[in-house]
């Protein structure tokens, strides 16, 4: 379990934009996370995955505290988290390949064989692959960033706004790999959107973020 517990956190002293926020992801399900602009949905995200650290309040994997930057914990720890962002043309290198973007957290531990299977499983084909952002939509981007979050096959993932800039297909279809991943390798998924249409038919339950003080 993937869980935030009496989390208080923000931006600007004396300004919560989480203030007391429990919450808690279980392996093998899409969770649903709800709420208006705002509300702290994104913040809550990057807290879970250790991009933003809490003022107060504790963030737990499998019941053992991990509240920390996620550079300051375990790679164990850092692999078991992993997040798709809103917007991927910030989230990559623009003089990588689309190979190159995927294969950036395999490179790291020594292992590349992996990379057309992943990329394969986000429906990225072959030529492809040779392009650099600029060359791609950012839907293929997008496939990109989510097979490169699927790379060191995270426990737990964190789909912030993930389809919204997609098309109705492309969110489709990366709304189904994201299942495939649940289902094959009980991966637990924060699904963050303000599309409730969306989340209903995506995620097991849906919570709000106002109902979690
Ligand atoms: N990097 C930041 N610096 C300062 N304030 C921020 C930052 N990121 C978010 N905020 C503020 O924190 C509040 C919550 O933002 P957050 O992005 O977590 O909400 P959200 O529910 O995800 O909204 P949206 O759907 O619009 O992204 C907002 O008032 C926002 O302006």
């Given amino acids: 379990?993937?869980?935030?517990?009496?989390?208080?956190?923000?931006?600007?002293?004396?300004?919560?934009?989480?203030?007391?926020?429990s919450i808690a992801v279980n392996e093998g399900e899409v969770l649903g996370l709800a709420g208006p602009s705002g509300s702290?949905?994104?913040?809550?995200?990057?807290?879970?995955?250790?991009?933003?650290q809490p003022w107060s309040g504790r963030v737990s994997l499998d019941?053992?505290?991990?509240?920390?930057?996620?550079?300051?914990?375990?790679?164990?720890?850092?692999?078991?988290?992993?997040?798709v962002f809103q917007h991927p043309r910030p989230a990559v290198d623009p003089r990588f390949t689309l190979r190159d973007i995927i294969a950036e957290p395999l490179l790291a531990r020594g292992e590349s064989g992996e990379i057309a299977e992943l990329a394969d499983e986000v429906g990225l084909t072959g030529e492809l692959l040779t392009r650099r952002p600029h060359e791609v939509s950012d839907g293929q981007l997008q496939r990109a960033?989510?097979?490169?979050?699927?790379?060191?096959?995270p426990r737990y993932l964190v789909c912030d706004e993930?389809?919204?800039?997609?098309?109705?297909?492309?969110?489709?279809?990366?709304?189904?790999?994201?299942?495939?991943?649940?289902r094959e390798n009980?991966?637990?998924v924060l699904a963050i959107s303000h599309d409730e249409a969306l989340l209903t038919r995506w995620a097991d339950r849906v919570l709000h973020v106002a109902e979690l003080i």
């Avoid at 923000?10 to 934009?17: E, F, I, L, Q, S």
């Avoid at 019941?63 to 997040?83: N, Y």
């Avoid at 960033?145 to 096959?153: D, F, G, S, T, V």
């Fill in 186 to 188: 009980n991966t637990g």
């Fill in 63 to 83: 019941g053992g505290e991990v509240t920390r930057f996620r550079h300051r914990t375990p790679p164990e720890t850092r692999k078991a988290i992993g997040i």
């Fill in 1 to 21: 379990m993937l869980s935030a517990e009496e989390v208080v956190a923000g931006y600007r002293r004396g300004r919560p934009v989480l203030d007391g926020v």
């Fill in 162 to 182: 993930m389809t919204a800039m997609l098309d109705a297909s492309t969110t489709a279809a990366l709304v189904r790999v994201v299942d495939r991943q649940t």
């Fill in 145 to 153: 960033c989510l097979a490169r979050a699927l790379a060191p096959r």
């Fill in 40 to 52: 702290g949905k994104s913040t809550l995200g990057r807290v879970l995955a250790l991009l933003h």
